[in-house]
């Protein structure tokens, strides 16, 4: 069980670089399809970070929807507007923006590791095992029902608010 | 021979080396003899012609003849093209053809990973072929490239619903989403009694049979659905500009996904690798196994390349409507019906 997870955690360091590495790639990329390739390897990552977790449900609906929907309406979005191949001077924003993000992006860092932090603390997590399928949708359709329901709810409001805008006649 | 594969269990690295030789030679196999059988001589005989005949008895081995020309070209890349991705873009399509030969069970023991996600993994990996063929299309810096991969992104998402859609029936009746669970529930099955050919899912998924079929053969951008690669409009489309062993890559990865498309039809639908009257757990299944499923495999793959070689292009307003307007729908209504009796029965 030592070994196992000793090469777990070499694993998920590797990942986590890779994943930093990409979203910085992400937002300092002069190309805009560069940038969105980047994207890939950061959602690749998460999904293969949720393998290590032992959650394979979370990581296939990762794969399927992320990089299997959403990153190809990016990449198709890009390709229709603006398709041109080397580097794109005017993408980079001037330095409020810049340091505005930054202060953001430490801010959320700080909350997520604290709210972390005091979740969990110094527990330690025991032997992962796989979770089936099958207790992922028996815990949505009982416990977490009323939450599942209202987010579909809201998905289902937010699609037709994207027909009702889209739709000019 | 049998009881020693059995009892074979090796350690964890050398089954993992194992399965991934197992895979490297299995994916370009496959596609040979799909690419063989179908392409060179039943579309020939199709047509009233002859089909290769020099290389190899009647013409067999020209395909391999072709890879090796391919091999042997030189690697060219366009003007201005963006070099990295373009290299990289028949990996990426290359890549989802191989993950996608990790689920599909040959027996019961026969199988790279019998994952407990099974079928929802399969419809996951076979979306990231998309990736590739964007990358592809941007990065030849040529428009007709650019076009093709548009037209390409548009089809696969338009029929990647139907696909999932019609899977969701069959998962309905087996109640499991695992590919073995699935011919285990058919090969346990009875029609009316009967259990000589168990109840492969066919019988009453017929209507998911379907439309499953039709949304692989547009996932392969197959004609009739072949409008990204249309050689008469785009030349051929995101293709256009690779030449060698990249371009063997595309080959060879449309025909092994024609494959194991054709195999995930045969677990959903047609029972798999299970022989009903035989226990599932026989030992006979390290060798009958994979022959039951390549059998299978080859009937379904007759029916995609038959469709392929028959009919004419859609137009791509045709297209679209097919999928949005007629087969979404369907499939839909096969899901709501499958649910009513699955509850009632």
């Known amino acids: ?169 | 021979m049998t009881p020693l594969l059995a009892a074979f269990a090796p350690p964890y690295w050398l089954s993992t080396v194992i399965k991934v030789l197992v895979i490297g030679a299995v994916v370009p196999t496959t596609a040979l003899i799909l690419g063989v059988v179908f392409l060179f001589k039943i579309m020939s005989w199709m047509q009233s012609r002859l089909g290769p005949q020099e290389a190899g008895p009647r013409g067999t081995l020209q395909l391999l003849a072709d890879g090796v020309k391919f091999l042997q070209k030189e690697d060219i890349s366009p003007n201005g093209a963006d070099l990295w991705v373009f290299k990289a873009a028949p990996l990426v399509v290359l890549a989802s053809t191989l993950l996608l030969y990790v689920a599909l069970p040959s027996s019961l023991h026969l199988v790279v990973e019998d994952l407990d996600v099974g079928v929802f993994y399969v419809l996951a990996v076979s979306s990231l072929s998309v990736i590739g063929v964007l990358m592809a299309g941007w990065a030849s810096n040529n428009k007709y490239s650019l076009m093709g991969a548009l037209r390409a992104a548009g089809q696969l998402i338009a029929y990647e619903l139907p696909m999932v859609l019609a899977v969701v029936g069959v998962v309905i009746q087996a109640g499991t989403m695992s590919l073995n669970g699935i011919v285990l529930s058919q090969n346990d099955g009875a029609v009316f009694g009967i259990t000589a050919i168990g109840n492969p899912f066919i019988l009453t998924q017929f209507i998911g049979f379907f439309i499953f079929i039709a949304a692989v053969q547009a996932e392969l951008t197959q004609p009739p659905f072949d409008m990204p690669v249309a050689e008469s409009e785009i030349v051929s489309g995101y293709q256009v500009e690779y030449t060698g062993f990249r371009f063997l890559i595309f080959f060879l990865a449309e025909f092994a996904t024609a494959f194991v498309f054709a195999g995930i039809a045969v677990v959903l639908f047609l029972g798999g690798w299970a022989v009903p009257w035989l226990p599932v757990d026989s030992d006979w299944y390290y060798v009958l196994g994979p022959a039951v499923l390549f059998g299978k495999v080859m009937a379904v793959a007759f029916l995609i390349f038959w469709v392929r070689f028959t009919y004419p292009r859609l137009r791509e307003d045709q297209l679209q409507s097919f999928a949005w307007k007629f087969l979404i729908p369907l499939a839909l209504l096969n899901i709501v019906v499958t649910a009513v009796l699955k509850v009632v029965l």
Not at chain 1, 37 to 43: A, H, N, R, S
Not at chain 1, 48 to 69: D, H, R
Not at chain 1, 113 to 121: A, I, K, Q, R, V
Not at chain 1, 125 to 142: C, K, P, W, Y
């Open chain 1, 1 to 169: 069980m030592l070994a196992l997870l000793v090469a777990q955690n070499i694993a998920f360091y590797v990942i986590a670089a890779l994943i930093v590495f990409g979203a910085i790639r992400v937002v300092t990329c002069k190309n805009l399809m560069h940038a969105a390739l980047w994207l890939v390897v950061v959602l690749a990552g998460v999904a293969a970070q949720y393998i290590l977790l032992a959650a394979e449900f979370v990581a296939v609906t990762q794969v399927l929807v992320y990089l299997g929907a959403i990153i190809v309406l990016f990449l198709f979005g890009i390709m229709l507007t603006r398709a041109k191949t080397g580097t794109d001077e005017d993408l980079d924003n001037g330095t409020i923006p810049k340091v505005g993000a930054g202060v953001i992006g430490v801010a959320m860092l700080g909350l997520l590791g604290y709210s972390l932090w005091d979740g969990f603390g110094d527990q330690e997590i025991g032997d992962l095992l796989v979770q089936r399928t099958a207790e992922v949708s028996d815990s949505i359709f009982s416990t977490y029902l009323l939450p599942f329901e209202v987010i579909s709810v809201l998905l289902l409001a937010a699609l037709i608010g994207a027909i009702v805008l889209a739709r000019r006649d």
